[in-house]
């Protein structure tokens, strides 16, 4: 069964830093998404993707966010200049025609910013 | 007013129990509408979606009612491995445009 892969499973960064998460997304899919999901809270949306554009974006995904598709495979996730609290599980998630489908989640990568 | 709200948890069951869970959601104009669970530290998964007519897969049934804004899942038979962190999730427009808002999830545990 076809599956949303992301990686790392787990970063650890400083303060500061530049971080890219990658997620591969289920192939056929069009639609792409980044959550968070801070610890013991709720899953946040920060960003869908469609047609190689951004389509919607929350009040989260504020300037220090990033998010490309390099070429037909990869979506990443580029958090500029990384703060404390960045700190958190971030999802790739896909569906496969609109954004009211089922989106399927990958597994996603643990962020630690110390 | 928090978009989507559920039973604040946690649950705690005895193996073949019957259980139900709440959700309700604050945005009318919302059009889907699906139950994902979520184990400790992993991914969330789609459990089901759910239908105006109402819906059932296995021991799972999931209702809506759109004119009171809720939703709910009825889970009959629990087993052990039902015991995870269940979302109510709801397609919904916002300020920022249309996404999936999550509940806050509620928890179950089965007990042997």
């Given at each position: 069964e076809p599956e949303v892969t992301q990686t790392p499973s787990h970063q650890v960064t400083q303060m500061g830093q530049e971080v890219i998460l990658r997620c591969v997304p289920i192939s056929n899919h069009l639609y792409f998404y980044w959550y968070r999901q801070i610890l013991g809270q709720k899953v946040e949306f920060l960003v869908s993707f469609y047609n190689n554009e951004i389509s919607e974006k929350s009040?989260?995904?504020?300037?220090q966010f990033s998010v490309e598709r390099p070429d037909g495979s990869n979506f990443t996730l580029k958090i500029r200049s990384t703060k404390l609290e960045d700190s958190a599980m971030y999802f790739c998630a896909s569906s496969p025609t609109d954004a009211e489908e089922t989106q399927y989640f990958g597994p996603g990568t643990r962020l630690l910013v110390l | 007013r928090k978009e989507v709200e559920q039973d604040p948890g946690p649950f705690n069951v005895p193996e073949g129990a019957t259980v139900a869970f709440n959700c309700t959601y604050s945005n009318s104009a919302s059009q889907s509408f699906f139950w994902y669970r979520q184990d400790c530290r992993k991914e969330p998964k789609l459990l089901m979606s759910v239908y105006s007519s109402g819906n059932e897969d296995g021991r799972f049934t999931a209702q809506l009612n759109r004119a009171s804004q809720y939703i709910s899942l009825l889970i009959r038979d629990?087993?052990?491995?039902?015991?995870a962190t269940y979302l109510c999730v709801v397609n919904s427009e916002d300020n920022y445009g249309q996404n999936f808002v999550f509940g806050p999830g509620t928890r179950l545990s089965v007990l042997p």
């Open positions: 009040e989260i995904f504020d300037d | 629990s087993k052990l491995s039902d015991s």
